[in-house]
Antibody, heavy 122, light 107 residues
Framework: QLQLQESGPGLVKPSETLSLTCTVS??????????WGWIRQPPGKGLEWIAS???????YHNPSLESRVTMSVDTSKNQFSLKLSSVTAADTAVYYC??????????????WGQGALVTVSS | DIQMTQSPSSVSASVGDRVTITCRAS??????LAWYQQKAGKAPKVLIY???SLQSGVPSRFSGSGSGTEFTLTISSLQPEDFATYYC?????????FGQGTKVEIK
């Protein structure tokens, strides 16, 4: 059974960089059928797609965040990562790492991590 | 960006009721729409993909329909475990976008 697990600091100061890593177990991140990504959810609010990445490194970012987002893949560790720079309180959210069964069209999430709450505060 | 609008924002229903949630896209997404269920404190899980395909393991009381700009999720007979928030997501083009959610509450 595929499992995804987020890890990283739960508290980040304003203007600093949020860094999260997702460790994939029970399957390979190099599977040619799937994309990997991040979705976030501010407390009490809806879902926002952040970015997606293929194991080869090709990425897609949400334009609303693009200049602040960096995604990377480490196939040797079966992990992928997110960096979000210049954070503000508006970036406080639960961050989910996810697997997409395809890229567009058809980018549906079929596996989710449990989510990691990241709070931006001094 | 494609805007996704769900209605209603919340619905109160009883066990056994038929519940229908609508999702409208600001431009056509063909059949590339997914529905997710999220319970409090948990990650969402996919119910329906490609507008009408039932995800493996999801009860058959859930069904989806539609294409283009208008889609529906129907729960044929609401069960206690179905009280949750439901989101639609267009999977047609980047940036991927979600509806604002519909909360299904106990009447």
């Amino acid at each position: 059974q595929l499992q995804l697990q987020e890890s990283g600091p739960g508290l980040v100061k304003p203007s600093e960089t949020l860094s999260l890593t997702c460790t994939v177990s029970g399957g390979s991140i190099t599977s040619s059928s799937y994309y990997w990504g991040w979705i976030r959810q501010p407390p009490g609010k809806g879902l926002e797609w952040i970015a997606s990445i293929f194991y080869s490194g090709s990425t897609y970012h949400n334009p609303s965040l693009e200049s602040r987002v960096t995604m990377s893949v480490d196939t040797s560790k079966n992990q992928f990562s997110l960096k979000l720079s210049s954070v503000t309180a508006a970036d406080t959210a639960v961050y989910y790492c996810v697997r997409f069964r395809e890229v567009v069209p058809g980018a549906t999430v079929d596996y989710w991590g449990q989510g990691a709450l990241v709070t931006v505060s001094s | 960006d494609i805007q996704m609008t769900q209605s209603p924002s919340s619905v109160s229903a009883s066990v056994g009721d038929r519940v229908t949630i609508t999702c409208r896209a600001s431009q056509g997404v063909s059949r590339w729409l997914a529905w997710y269920q999220q319970k409090a404190g948990k990650a969402p899980k996919v119910l329906i993909y490609a507008a009408s395909s039932l995800q493996s393991g999801v009860p058959s009381r859930f069904s989806g329909s539609g294409s283009g700009t208008e889609f529906t999720l129907t729960i044929s007979s609401l069960q206690p475990e179905d009280f949750a928030t439901y989101y639609c997501q267009q999977a047609n083009s980047f940036p991927l976008t979600f509806g604002q959610g519909t909360k299904v509450e106990i009447k």
